[in-house]
């Protein structure tokens, strides 16, 4: 054997050893993997809170807002021209009516009424002569009647001066509180000139506006509830007086209740938070207005059945401004889903994490 054949047998020897090699240490190309695919993750189950429907009072509101008005307000001031002599009324404090509050100079027109009563003793007895001597045919009865006219003529101008001296009081027209003054005493006072502004809260009026859709409900009896900045308490007044058409331009109505403020701690132009009740119906079912899902023009909501979210289209009644009345599609007892509702779909699996 010569030395190339011998090398060529060499290489032969190691190439076979290689390969038998390869063969043993390779898995066999048809072995199955012995490890397994781990499996998808199941969908987690959206948590929402929840409310279970029971029977309750329901109440039909109308809200509005408005302002305290006094019941009446009026800005004093003389009917005659002249120097003030007196005021009489102390700042911010109560008065009855026909009070004396203030004074104007009157003493020209006090000394002409002592003239004119002074003459009144002589015409009486000119009228007592006269009528003595018609008894007597002495004088014509026309005699008479001029010095009764006389008489008479004497006491008008007498009751006309003295009603230029009230003119020159200034008297309260009715019970109320008076205001601050002003004017001092010595000023020059005319029928423009304001002295105060009296002001009556016992009771006091709320004034505010209702939507002309709510127009044909309110009326005289109406009874409504109001709250006002800094008191707590929620006060109950009633409608007494409604305008005579709707404002065209706000298409509004406006309406005046009465309260009785029997304390007097209501001001006028305190703001006003209203609320008309219009009907109570006493065993209603309602949702959160969150629950409802508006589609296609009608309205449906989600219940909770066996963890799942079942659609169910209802019919609404009244509407609060948190709560819709349900006249048809769900029952008592039914558990109403009332958040995440954007997110669901029929029978999207959901777990109720709180109850309203």
């Given at each position: 054997m010569n030395k190339k054949l011998k090398w060529?047998?060499?290489a032969a020897l190691i190439l076979g050893m290689g390969v038998f090699g390869y063969h043993q240490l390779t898995p066999h190309e048809n072995e199955e993997l012995?490890?397994?695919?781990?499996q998808k993750k199941q969908k987690a189950a959206l948590e929402v809170s929840?409310?279970?429907?029971?029977?309750?009072?329901?109440?039909?509101?109308?809200?509005?807002?408005?302002?305290?008005?006094?019941d009446e307000e009026v800005q004093l001031s003389f009917e005659s021209a002249g120097k003030i002599t007196g005021i009489y009324f102390e700042e911010g404090s109560f008065v009855k009516k026909g009070t004396l509050l203030a004074k104007v100079n009157d003493s020209q027109l006090q000394a002409q009424l002592k003239r004119l009563e002074s003459q009144v003793p002589l015409a009486e007895e000119r009228v007592r002569r006269q009528d003595a001597l018609l008894q007597k045919d002495a004088v014509s009865r026309e005699a008479l009647e001029i010095v009764k006219t006389e008489l008479a003529t004497l006491n008008a101008d007498i009751e006309m001066v003295k009603a230029q001296i009230l003119m020159t009081e200034l008297r309260a027209p009715f019970d109320g509180i008076i205001g601050l003054r002003q004017v001092s005493v010595g000023t020059y006072a005319s029928p423009t000139t304001i002295v105060a502004t009296l002001t009556s809260v016992i009771p006091i009026k709320i004034e505010f506006s209702v939507a002309e859709k709510?127009?044909?409900?309110?009326?005289?009896?109406?009874?409504?509830?109001?709250?006002v900045e800094g008191i707590l308490e929620e006060m109950r007044a009633k409608v007494y007086a409604t305008e005579s058409s709707i404002d065209s331009e706000t298409h509004n109505l406006q309406v005046r209740a009465i309260y009785p403020n029997t304390d007097g701690k209501l001001l006028p132009g305190l703001f006003a938070e209203i609320q008309l009740m219009q009907k109570e119906i006493p065993d209603a079912i309602s949702v959160p207005a969150e629950a409802i899902v508006p589609e296609m023009g009608k309205s449906k909501v989600f219940i909770y059945r066996n963890g799942k979210a079942t659609p169910v289209d209802i019919v609404t009644g009244i509407r609060t401004p948190s709560e819709v009345q349900v006249l048809d599609g769900l029952s008592i007892g039914d558990t109403v889903i009332t958040s995440g509702t954007l997110q669901l779909r029929k029978d999207s699996k959901v777990k109720i994490v709180s109850f309203q």
């Open positions: 060529t047998l060499v012995k490890e397994e695919v781990p929840a409310k279970i429907l029971e029977p309750h009072i329901l109440t039909d509101e109308i809200l509005a807002v408005g302002n305290l008005v006094p709510y127009a044909k409900d309110i009326k005289k009896g109406t009874n409504l509830t109001f709250r």
